[in-house]
């Protein structure tokens, strides 16, 4: 593989504390040297970064890439293809396949088809129970053998408060953090988006903030009587964002991420009846919203992540209760950031870096997220600038289900190199 | 399929002005047949055709809107979901486009979820007019009982109207919590803690709160009891064995309520569940003038529809 060279971009790398323009060598996939006037040796590629970030690969912890067994609607290859369209070098996907990632076998084919089809690197989220069916605990020990760095029944929660202790123990016995998808089911109720206001006025059955954050409290507490690491899913109201800032002012090992899109919009944003404004958590009130984006500003929310979830035009094309949850995020993500962090001057962008590299690095206990000399070259070369405009059509996942398309956004992904090359590049 | 963003159906009250409210009520009387006689044949929607497009049962609605047609001339087809290619597994938009390329000139329709008219509106150029949307809206329903009301010489401004039992899950409640605040109306809304969402005080404004039937029916102008609804119930939000003793409408209810006091319901009624029948039977029950003036209010919602709101100015004529 000849070497490459990224000259002149602001290289911004967290883990190091690096913030500067500067050049960065790559070779034989791996990072060489980072600092100003580097000599590339003959025959390596050169990219010009100027005016751009230079910034660590990054890493969306929480996705769905629906292979195994719903293909139609995303499968690794195109879902890799998807994340390295946003910028992002490492993916992790949940275990909400069918069959569902709750044993090696799955596991295993997971990270070999990722192996040979996805331009990203893949790493697999193993289910907290049997089918994710809260009751019996999956395989936790085999599928860290076989790739999983974490577990979690994502898309529904871990009901029973006893099976949670268990498997956080048995979690943090395989040094494993345990991601729970906060939703009190009888809470719920069966409803399709935010209890409040817009729910009322259209008639549709509402999932109180209160569904998330009775859980939220309850696992926090669960996390100190275990020990173990526990992170939370998708936040989205305020009193969860209030309880984990409590948990960690504690000293507990306890994260939590948020979506793009509960940082960026709420339920009255929402176009009526539209299901690409569906999803669980639901887009909730204004003043959750704020408080997700305070989190991420004071230290209570660690990364974002984007809960990318495909479906198919025919599942989303139906009357809004029997739409399934869930809106693509990986290609805009970048994009949605800046526009409701960085701009708004929330936050810097050595901070938004951070939210994408070291932050879930250090809640999956990655070895990625820098650029320090001699970890694998995952690159992300982003705009902070450039004016881009969402096309639905041209996205690379085989689903369409986003309430972005059409959206112009102020800087967003340049080019995303794995491993030493370059996956992709606008 | 373009995405088009129809004004020419009817889908709620919410986006009517109240001007467009009045045209509407103040046509209808134009159709209502005098006393003694039956609905008048007119040839006002000749040669067009509406497909009535039930999902959910519905016997007074449907056939309410298919006599409307009928009396101005169009032609009217019904269509129930257990007759139509909904029972094998046809999707709401491929059944909405199939029946849309056989060019009737407006879709009425009934759906048990909310906002699937609003949702098919967006992909179809045939109007709809909703007919009942899950717990969103039934706009004619409101129309129907405002017609009800300003027949027996009311005026809906100021007048206190109780609207009262499950709410939450009630698009009667909603339609008519839009229009009557559109006219400034006082609207008590009355039921259960569990069926009556706080968030209702900002839907519209006008609108109060209380769990107490009493409170809700002291001075009311008119009553609008509600049927109580335990197919949408999706869990036990009340005890049901004593829902009539806190929630039912019985007679001594109606001494606090003006002397004048309109009883209305938009049926069908449960004797003994929500309303008494002393009550339902009473000469301040309104119930059947409602199902009368329910096709006087749909002829005039069709022509406005079908014909549009400025030409049926002619046509009055």
Redesign the interface.
């Known amino acids: 593989m000849p070497s490459l060279v990224i000259k002149n971009g602001r290289v911004i790398d967290p883990a190091s504390g690096h913030d500067g323009i500067a050049d960065v060598l790559i070779e034989d996939g791996v990072v060489r040297a980072v600092g100003s006037g580097l000599s590339a040796p003959a025959g390596s590629k050169s990219f010009d970064a100027s005016g751009l970030i230079v910034a660590p690969g990054f890493i969306d912890m929480h996705v769905h890439l629906r292979q195994p067994g719903f293909e139609h609607a995303e499968t690794i290859e195109t879902g890799a293809r998807a994340a390295a369209a946003g910028g992002f070098t490492s993916v992790c996907p949940m275990p909400n396949t069918s069959p569902v990632n709750d044993n090696a076998t799955v596991t295993s084919y997971i990270v070999e088809t990722a192996r040979r089809h996805a331009v990203v690197n893949v790493w697999p989220i193993g289910a907290i129970t049997k089918g994710s069916n809260g009751e019996e605990l999956a395989e936790i020990g085999s599928m860290k053998q076989a790739g999983a760095i974490a577990i979690s029944d994502d898309g529904r929660p871990v009901m029973n408060a006893q099976v949670m202790r268990r498997a956080m123990e048995f979690a943090r016995s395989f040094g494993m953090p345990v991601i729970n998808h906060c939703e009190d089911l009888h809470l719920s109720?069966?409803g399709d988006m935010h209890?409040?206001?817009e729910?009322?006025?259209?008639?549709?059955?509402?999932i109180p903030g209160a569904s998330e954050e009775v859980m939220v409290a309850r696992d926090i507490l669960l996390a100190e009587l275990t020990g173990a690491r526990y992170h939370v899913a998708h936040i989205s109201s305020r009193h969860s964002v209030e309880m984990v800032a409590f948990a960690k002012a504690r000293g507990l090992p306890v994260t939590s991420e948020a979506t793009p899109h509960h940082l960026a919009l709420a339920d009255a944003d929402m176009h009526?009846?539209?299901s690409n404004y569906k999803m669980k958590p639901p887009l909730r009130s204004t003043r959750d919203v704020c408080a997700v984006v305070e989190g991420v500003v004071n230290g209570a929310v660690d990364a974002i992540a984007t809960d990318h979830a495909p479906h198919p035009g025919?599942e989303k094309?139906?009357?809004?209760?029997?739409c399934p949850f869930g809106i693509l995020g990986l290609e805009t993500a970048l994009g949605i950031t800046l526009e409701r962090l960085v701009h708004p001057g929330k936050i810097g962008l050595p901070k938004l870096v951070e939210l994408f590299t070291t932050g879930p690095a250090k809640i999956l206990g990655l070895n990625r997220g820098t650029l320090s000399v001699g970890v694998p070259a995952d690159v992300t070369v982003f705009s902070a600038e450039r004016a881009w405009t969402y096309d639905l059509n041209k996205s690379f996942s085989k689903s369409r289900n986003s309430p972005y398309g059409g959206h112009a956004f102020r800087g967003g992904p340049v080019a995303t190199i794995v491993a030493g090359e370059i996956v992709w590049q606008c | 399929m373009g995405q088009r963003s129809s004004r020419s159906g009817l889908l709620g009250i919410?986006e009517l002005t109240r001007d467009e409210i009045q045209a509407i009520l103040d046509r209808a009387r134009d159709f209502q047949p005098r006393a003694g006689e039956a609905f008048r044949k007119l040839n006002l929607l000749q040669g067009k055709m509406v497909v009535n497009l039930f999902f959910e049962s519905s016997t007074r609605t449907r056939t309410s809107f298919e006599i409307a047609a009928r009396r101005l001339g169009a032609d009217a087809v019904s269509i129930t979901a257990q007759a139509s290619s909904v029972t094998k597994g046809e999707?709401?938009?491929d059944t909405l486009n199939t029946l849309a390329a056989m060019r009737p000139d407006a879709i009425i329709m009934r759906?048990a979820?909310?906002?699937?008219p609003?949702?098919l509106q967006r992909y179809l150029d045939t109007p709809i007019i909703n007919a009942g949307?899950?717990?969103?809206?039934h706009p004619t329903q409101a129309l129907l009982d405002a017609r009800t009301i300003l027949d027996r010489g009311a005026h809906l401004e100021n007048l206190k109207v109780a609207i009262i039992g499950d709410i939450?899950h009630s698009?009667v409640a909603?339609s008519n919590v839009y229009l009557l605040s559109r006219f400034g109306s006082r609207i008590v809304l009355c039921g259960p803690a569990s069926l009556l969402?706080r968030?209702?005080t900002?839907?519209a404004p006008g609108v109060t709160l209380t769990n107490d039937m009493d409170e809700a029916i002291r001075d009311a102008g008119v009553i609008m009891m509600l049927r109580v609804q335990l197919e949408r119930q999706?869990?036990a939000a009340f005890p049901a064995n004593e829902y009539f003793q806190f929630y039912g409408l019985r007679l001594e209810h109606l001494r606090l309520a003006k002397p004048d006091v309109i009883v209305m319901h938009p049926g069908p009624i449960n004797r003994g569940r929500e309303i008494s029948s002393e009550v339902a039977d009473s000469q301040r029950s309104a119930i059947l003038n409602q199902v009368e003036n329910g096709i006087a209010v749909r002829m005039a919602v069709l022509e406005r529809v079908l014909l549009g709101a400025r030409e049926h100015a002619v046509a009055s004529n």
């Open positions: 109720g069966g209890e409040g206001l729910s009322v006025r259209l008639g549709l059955r509402g009526p009846y539209d025919s094309m139906q009357e809004f209760e029997k | 919410e999707s709401l938009v759906h979820a909310s906002g699937a609003h949702f949307d899950g717990t969103h809206e939450a698009r909603r969402p968030e209702l900002q839907i999706h869990e």
